[in-house]
C-alpha cells in the first residue's frame, strides 16, 4: 500500500472503528496515550500528542500521506472541571497536527463536535455561527478556527453523539443505558435534549468518505433523524428487547452538571449527503449492534 494513514485516538470508540475499516485502503498507524491497544491489521503507537517533539518525530517516522485526527478530551464535564489539561489536547495538540499535515503538504481530517453550537436554532448548517455553551465546545471551536487558519486545506467534521457496540477499550452511551435497565434500575433521560446521532461505524464512513473527497473546511457528519434522548431510550429498549426496562422522562434543567448542556444540536449534513454520506435510520443502526450483545 503505498498510502499510510496516521490516525490519532485508536484507543477511543471512534478511533477503533475508523482502524478497523480504513486498513481496507491505508496502512494504518493508530495513536493512543493511556489505554494500550492491539488492532489486528493495523500498528499502534503510544504517543503524547501533546508532547510537540514527540510528535514531529512520529511524522517523520512514519511519513503519512493523510491524518485523521479524533484524539481529545471529549467529557464535557471533565473539560469543565479541568480546562488547562484539556485545552493541551484539544486546542494546542491539535493546532500542531494541522501545521504538521501543512508541512507536508497531506490531507488532515479533525474531528469536531455538535456541542460548538448553542442549541437555539437547529438544525444547524455549516454556515451558522457558532456560540458553544461549555468549555469543550469552546475548545473545539478554538481548534477549528486555529487549524483552518494555519492550514485551510483541513475538513472539520462536526460529530453528532454516537453509538454502538463496544470497543476492546471504549464505550458509548449505550452501554450504561443498557446496564442500568438490565438490573432492573430505572433510566432518567431528557425529553428536551435534541441530537442526530448515528453510530461509530457510519461516523467512520463519513470521515473516511471526507479524506477521500479531500475536502476542506466545515462539514456536518450526523444522522438523518433529530431525536430526543427519552425517544432514543424508548426505541433501544424496544429493539435490545429489554424486559421491564423501565425510562423515565426528564428535563435537562432538573439535572445539575458541571458542564451547560444545549437543548438541540441536530446538524443539518445535507452537504455531507451529497457527498456520498448515507447514515441509516436510528431504528436500522440500533439494530445492527444486536449481534454485538448477542455473543
Known amino acids: 500500500m503505498s498510502e499510510t494513514l496516521l490516525m490519532t485516538g485508536a484507543s477511543g470508540f471512534l478511533g477503533w472503528y475508523l482502524c478497523q475499516i480504513a486498513q481496507k485502503e491505508y496502512s494504518v498507524y493508530g495513536t493512543y496515550l493511556s489505554h494500550q491497544?492491539?488492532?489486528?491489521?493495523?500498528k499502534t503507537l503510544k504517543v503524547n500528542l501533546t508532547d510537540e517533539n514527540k510528535l514531529r518525530q512520529v511524522f517523520q517516522d512514519i511519513k503519512p500521506t493523510a491524518v485523521i485526527h479524533t484524539a481529545a478530551l471529549s467529557q464535557p464535564n471533565f473539560c469543565q472541571t479541568h480546562p488547562q489539561e484539556s485545552h493541551k489536547i484539544n486546542v494546542i495538540a491539535s493546532k500542531n497536527i494541522a501545521e504538521l499535515c501543512a508541512d507536508a503538504s497531506i490531507p488532515c481530517v479533525f474531528t469536531s463536535t455538535d456541542l460548538v453550537f448553542d442549541g437555539k436554532n437547529a438544525p444547524y448548517k455549516e454556515t451558522d455561527p457558532v456560540?458553544?455553551?461549555?468549555?469543550?465546545?469552546?475548545?473545539?471551536?478554538?481548534?477549528e478556527q486555529e487549524m483552518l487558519t494555519c492550514?485551510?486545506?483541513t475538513a472539520v467534521c462536526r460529530m453528532p453523539l454516537m453509538f454502538g457496540a463496544p470497543t476492546p477499550t471504549a464505550k458509548?452511551?449505550?452501554q450504561g443505558f443498557i446496564e442500568t435497565l438490565q438490573q432492573g434500575k430505572e433510566l432518567n433521560l431528557f425529553t428536551d435534549e435534541f441530537r442526530t446521532p448515528v453510530s461509530g461505524l457510519t461516523a467512520?464512513?463519513?470521515?473516511?468518505?471526507?479524506?477521500?473527497?479531500q475536502f476542506n473546511g466545515c462539514i456536518h457528519l450526523g444522522g438523518r433523524e433529530r431525536i430526543s434522548r427519552y425517544e432514543f431510550g424508548k426505541l433501544m429498549v424496544k429493539i435490545f428487547q429489554i424486559a421491564n426496562g423501565k425510562i423515565k422522562p426528564g428535563r435537562q434543567q432538573d439535572v445539575k452538571m458541571a458542564a451547560?448542556?444545549?437543548?438541540d444540536v441536530s446538524l443539518d449534513?445535507?452537504?455531507?449527503?451529497?457527498?456520498?454520506?448515507?447514515?441509516?435510520?436510528?431504528?436500522?443502526?440500533?439494530?445492527?449492534?444486536i449481534s454485538s450483545y448477542s455473543k
Do not use: D
Open 131 to 143: 456560540n458553544p455553551v461549555n468549555i469543550y465546545g469552546e475548545q473545539k471551536v478554538m481548534a
Open 269 to 289: 449534513s445535507s452537504v455531507a449527503f451529497e457527498l456520498g454520506y448515507s447514515p441509516l435510520s436510528v431504528k436500522k443502526e440500533l439494530e445492527m449492534c
Open 172 to 174: 458509548s452511551f449505550i
Open 151 to 153: 492550514y485551510p486545506m
Open 260 to 263: 451547560p448542556r444545549p437543548s
Open 37 to 42: 491497544i492491539e488492532i489486528p491489521g493495523a
Open 204 to 213: 467512520a464512513k463519513g470521515l473516511l468518505l471526507v479524506l477521500e473527497k
